[in-house]
């Protein structure tokens, strides 16, 4: 274990039955954004074609079938497409206000053409996730010192490979990265992040089972910061079976990590599988009730059909997706771009 001042470290990490989160107002923060090379550009639209190829094949096949199967806009043209939407894991909600921004555009604009209707739908679907606000789908880097991120997730969704998904990437920019094994209590789960450690060349931090996670997050920044590392990747436990816990056990890291990194933690990601559909959305508006998430990582997008779920989840809680799995390897993990998106679902039918 790291020396470190153990008088100062009780102090901090001391269990309080109510744990006060203090309001700071934090330094401004900066979005840095690497502009990708034309070649990479295309891989990155490669890659969104490949992986939204389920979803494509599900949902724009009986898109384009109903086009086919009816000869004017009608009602019972838009119950079948609100059925198709739905099984797309769109989301009933969703859907339900996409159906009623599409009814009135049709009246508004007179639109008769089907064809026409199905760029309409593109255009829709499109305007619905961004819903005229200014989306930000890149990492806010500290200005000075390391950048905290903090994952959280329930166990299985894939936060530990995309942790060190997301450390590759940072190393691929010139970056120095530490992580830490935040997630004490679950088998395993320290050596496994020690791997990754290993094979991404980051430098780990992590302790035995049953450990105060606090205690070893308070270790590990104070080593960040002595090392001068760039970006700090913190695993989390995910038992959101007792949300009071848990909700005492994020709030008490954060306080740790305030004290720390005063303008910390930078990023809290929610790492959500895809696969799960609303049970996933569901997750995502439990722990946004019990912590504050400024975006989410969605997972496993390639093994599903019902790809909506990114609409779904922005139109449900309001955060926006900042990365997609689309694939087992490290360049499968994506900044997330809606236009990137909305055009690898529905290339076949522009």
């Not at 942790?163 to 010139?174: C, F, Q, T």
């Not at 954060?254 to 929610?270: C, F, R």
């Amino acid at each position: 274990m790291f020396k470190r001042d153990q008088e100062e470290k009780e102090n901090i990490v001391e269990e309080e039955k109510e744990i006060e989160v203090e309001h700071e107002e934090k330094p401004e923060l900066e979005t840095i954004e690497v502009k990708d090379s034309p070649k990479e550009e295309k891989e990155s639209v490669k890659v969104y074609e490949k992986g939204l190829t389920k979803t494509r094949e599900n949902f724009v096949s009986k898109l384009i079938n109903l086009t086919k199967r009816h000869n004017k806009v009608d009602d019972e043209y838009f119950d079948e497409l609100e059925e198709i939407l739905i099984m797309a894991d769109i989301g009933i909600d969703t859907v339900m206000s996409f159906m009623d921004r599409l009814r009135k555009r049709v009246r508004k604009e007179n639109i008769e053409d089907l064809e026409y209707l199905k760029e309409v739908i593109v255009d829709e679907l499109f305007i619905i996730y961004v819903n005229d606000e200014i989306i930000v789908n890149k990492i806010n880097f500290a200005k000075e010192g390391p950048t905290v991120i903090l994952f959280v997730g329930v166990n299985g969704v894939g936060k530990t490979t995309t942790i060190a998904k997301i450390a590759s990437k940072m190393h691929d920019e010139g970056k120095s990265v530490m992580m830490i094994a935040g997630d004490t209590f679950r088998a395993g789960a320290t050596k496994q992040l020690e791997e990754w450690a290993l094979k991404t060349n980051s430098t780990f931090v992590g302790e035995k089972e049953g450990v105060d996670p606090s205690s070893v997050i308070y270790e590990g920044l104070e080593k960040a910061k002595k090392d001068e590392i760039d970006v700090v990747l913190i695993d989390t436990a995910g038992r959101l079976q007792n949300k009071v816990n848990l909700m005492k056990e994020l709030e008490k890291i954060n306080k740790v990590i305030g004290k720390i990194i005063p303008d910390g933690p930078h990023e809290t990601l929610l790492v959500i599988d895809a696969t799960t559909g609303q049970n996933g959305i569901s997750q995502a508006k439990a722990f946004k009730e019990i912590t504050n998430i400024s975006g989410i990582v969605l997972t496993k997008l390639d093994g599903t059909a019902k790809g909506g779920i990114v609409l779904a989840i922005k139109e449900s809680v309001g955060i926006p997706v900042k990365f997609i799995g689309l694939g087992e390897r490290k360049e499968d993990l994506q900044e997330f771009d809606i236009e990137k998106y909305i055009y690898g679902l529905f290339k076949d039918m522009m």
